[in-house]
């Protein structure tokens, strides 16, 4: 029966997630060349080739452009870009080169919670000063915090992909329900706008494949984190505490107005759901955002808005909730055989013509000057980098080590799925702070935990 009534729903999104790996695969062509292209102006006499590793991320098309744009600038050099199929295949890739110093890359790409976490902390990148000692942080550039070793920087960030609210804008007009600012916004939607019978679920969470992802968001937003202080070395962990029993009570309500079998929705599936007029609301990566407005693929192109991931209400530090544990950063590998040309490369990413190319082909640039740019965001179709632009200015930064990887998924998809499956929060969250501890304790980790932290 179970496997009917999953069948059932897959059918029910017109196979939805074919059409969203599609979109993958192909680019969202329509939505990239739909954009203008971006003058570019010869900047120097650099040569040489290097090779930059990169799965098949949906934002692929807007880095090609980057990547053809840096070869117009500098006829004498080549990008040799390598693909491999997964983000998972690129970690192991990039860290067997580092760890056995093979050199095959001179580029390492890096999101913060898989290479991140392991090659900078690793010492496999180099310090940006070590190659520029005249490199100055600048403040148009947002720099995620997991890019730093013992203070120093040692990536570039290239693109940033956090969640975004994505909500029926006209939906919310008809009933007169303002843009949602905060988690007690978002259910009061949900309560209004939730509808099986048309059907249009009030909130899509995800609670398969990566679902601790979203979670986190909404725990920074309600002031919580995983550990006391993981930066300073504190691992103590503190998941199960007022702020988390807030995130959990607040994730428990909204999924009441989930769309059919909750525990199967994925990233894909939040998607489809949004796309195809059947979600009110969901919180999903930047990356999503061309397809809301693809003709291919969405149902309500224009109707679906943006804003940035809603504040908690009720506790010390709450705030809006975005975190950059998704976004993507550019390392030199300490075992390049052009060092040089790399960095020139990476610090090319950063710049504002780079980061505008980016922008104009749906892809969340890490420059703030990029993202406020008034003859974009003032454009409709730009509103998602409007949000983004909102978002930027509250960014917050998950742990960033080895272990975190694994305490974040399969670790945090399993608690994630006790909450949606019924779970009390209180049992759900003493269970996840324990497995940590755990976890850590047998890392050899200095680490300790509480059980019902939210009374203390």
Partial sequence: MASEKRVSRRKFLYAGIGVAAAAVVGGLAWYYTSRAPV??????????????????????????????????????????????????E?????????????????????????????????????????????????????????????????ALPLNVNNDLLYYRKDLFDEVGLKRPDTWEDVIEAAKTLHDPDKPIYGFVPRCADDPFYEWYHMLVSF????FVDWKGGDFTVRINDEHGLATAETFVELVKYAPPEPLSITQSDMISYMATGKGAQALIVYAGTP????????????KVDYAPPPKGTGLPNCDYGPIDGGSWALGVSRYSKNPELAYEYIKFCTSYSAQLTFALRGVAPVR????SDPSLIEDPKYRNLKAEGEALKHMKTSPCFP??????????????????????PKEALNWFAEKIYKYLRDKGYKTSWEPNLWQK
Wanted: proline share 8%; charged share 20%.
């Fill in 291 to 302: 397809w809301m407005d693809d003709p291919t693929f969405s149902k309500v192109p224009m």
């Fill in 90 to 154: 690129l970690r192991d890739k990039e860290v067997a080169d580092a760890l056995n110093k093979t050199g095959t890359y001179d580029v390492y790409a890096m999101v913060g919670l898989l290479q991140g976490a392991i090659l900078i902390p690793g010492n496999h990148t180099y310090d940006i000063n070590e190659l520029d000692p005249e490199y100055k942080e600048d403040p148009n550039i947002v720099y995620f915090k997991w890019l730093y070793r013992d203070d120093k920087l040692a």
């Fill in 223 to 226: 002031g919580g984190e995983v």
């Fill in 403 to 424: 272990e975190f990887s694994y305490i974040h998924n399969p670790m945090g998809k399993e608690f994630v799925q006790k909450l949606a499956g019924g779970m009390d």
């Fill in 39 to 88: 003058a570019v102006t010869p900047t120097g006499k650099l040569t040489g080739t290097i090779n930059v590793p990169q799965h098949k991320p949906p934002w692929l098309p807007g880095y090609r452009a980057i990547i053809a744009q840096f070869e117009k600038n500098n006829p004498g050099v080549k990008v040799n870009l390598i693909l491999v199929a997964s983000n998972v």
């Fill in 368 to 371: 703030l000057d990029v993202a």
